[in-house]
């Protein structure tokens, strides 16, 4: 099992920046393929991105490509999402979630293939 605790949500105006962080517990974080999420007021949870347990591979949303950049540090136990050019329409709470997978170049973008999930950061990008 895995916990997840995210952080590193705030106010910030468009055009900002901020740098989520999802710390995992646990010694087999390398095994886990890493997901951010978001879900805005009103609406369905929506995939951001994924990385994969080396971070070698990643994907994107189109919404966020370009402007948002997934990483992680199995060293610190720990996925970052780095948000550049902030709209308002980026307004949410972000989830980070795992899934365990063998390979090492696999990413998931599906929410239902995700078993783990961390509380949430809310992000509000004002205009």
């Known amino acids: 099992q895995v916990q997840l605790v995210e952080s590193g949500g705030g106010l910030v105006q468009a055009g900002g920046s901020l740098r989520l962080s999802c710390a995992a517990s646990?010694?087999?974080?390398?095994?886990?393929?890493m997901g951010w999420f978001r879900q805005a007021p009103g609406k369905e949870r929506e995939f951001a991105a994924t990385?994969?347990?080396?971070?070698?591979?990643?994907d994107y949303a189109d919404s966020v490509k370009g402007r948002f950049t997934i990483s992680r540090d199995n060293a610190k136990n720990t996925v970052y999402l780095q948000m550049n050019s902030l709209k308002p329409e980026d307004t949410a709470v972000y989830y980070c979630a795992a899934v365990a997978k063998v390979l090492l170049s696999t990413v998931v973008a599906a929410e239902g293939k995700y078993n783990y999930w961390g509380q949430g950061t809310q992000v509000t990008v004002s205009s």
């Open positions: 646990g010694r087999t974080f390398s095994s886990y393929v």
């Open positions: 990385t994969s347990r080396n971070g070698g591979s990643t």
